[in-house]
């Protein structure tokens, strides 16, 4: 379920931590994780220690789209934007 939007951006489903390390070397800077750290399977906590592990940026923006929250729209356009965070791997 993955789908390269541009060179700067990719887009896919939930992954695992194990997949970390092979994103990392895909050449992306960053994984911005868009899931509710609710959500079975999300595991935020081992996902982050994943990613430092690997040296990749993971930034977590919790998003309802049941409920969506302008701030978490914010926060993404923040992130998506700072320096260094490009390419991103969005899931």
């Known amino acids: 379920n993955f789908a390269k939007v541009e060179s ?3 887009c896919a489903g939930a992954i695992t931590a194990d997949a970390i390390p092979a994103i990392k070397k895909m050449g992306y800077a960053s994984i911005i994780n868009l899931r509710l750290a609710t959500e079975p399977g999300a595991d935020v906590e081992v996902h982050t220690a994943a990613a430092k592990a690997a040296g990749i940026t993971y930034i977590h923006i919790p998003f309802s789209a049941a409920n969506p929250d302008p701030a978490a729209v914010d926060a993404f356009l923040k992130a998506i934007t700072m320096p260094g965070v490009a390419p ?4």
């Open 8 to 10: 700067t951006v990719a």
């Open 88 to 91: 991103a791997f969005i899931h």
